[in-house]
C-alpha cells in the first residue's frame, strides 16, 4: 500500500535558456585581416543579461563566471597566399580554441566550452589563418552563437 502524500518541497528554479546570437550581413563582399576579429553587425538575438556586445570592435564582453558554449560558422572566398584557412575562439585575448580548414572557399565552422572564472571577461572570434581572408558573397557571411551553460 502507498503511505500518505508528504509536504510538497519548494519550486526548483526555472529553466532558461539565455545566451546571444550576432550575424555579420555586411553587403555581401569583404574580408577579414589576419589577426582581427569578425565584426557581426547585427545583433539578432540578446537574451542574457551576462553578455553584451561591442559591435565597433568586434568584442563579445561576458560579466558572470560560469561556462559558455560558443559555436560559430564563416562563409569564405579564398585566402591571400595561403593553403589553410583557420579562425579561434580567443577568450580574453589569447589562448584560442582553434577551427581550420584547406578548404579555403566555403563554410568553416567550430564550437567550443569557454568556463569563465574571473569576469569580466572577453570573447572574440579572431581570424588566425596568417593571411587575409575573403568572405563570401552571400547574405550571411558569418554567426556565433553564445550559450549560458547552467544546471
Known amino acids: 500500500m502507498t503511505g500518505p502524500t508528504g509536504d510538497t518541497g519548494p519550486t526548483g528554479p526555472a529553466v532558461a535558456l539565455l545566451g546571444v546570437q550576432a550575424q555579420l550581413l555586411g553587403d555581401g563582399v569583404g ?22 556586445y561591442n559591435a565597433a570592435t568586434g568584442v563579445f564582453t561576458i560579466t558572470a563566471p560560469g561556462n559558455y558554449y560558443v559555436t560559430w560558422w564563416v562563409a569564405t572566398d579564398g585566402a591571400e597566399a ?36 574571473a569576469v569580466p571577461a572577453t570573447i572574440t572570434l579572431t581570424n588566425v589563418t596568417g593571411a587575409t581572408v575573403g568572405l563570401a558573397a552571400t547574405p550571411v557571411q558569418a554567426n556565433i552563437v553564445i550559450t549560458e551553460v547552467s544546471l
Open 31 to 52: 574580408t577579414v585581416a589576419d589577426g582581427a576579429n569578425v565584426i557581426f553587425d547585427t545583433l539578432t538575438s540578446n537574451v542574457s543579461p551576462n553578455i553584451t
Open 82 to 117: 595561403a593553403t589553410t584557412v583557420s579562425f579561434a575562439v580567443e577568450l580574453n585575448g589569447g589562448g584560442g580554441v582553434l577551427g581550420s580548414s584547406p578548404i579555403v572557399t566555403g563554410q568553416l565552422n567550430g564550437s567550443v566550452l569557454v568556463t569563465v572564472g
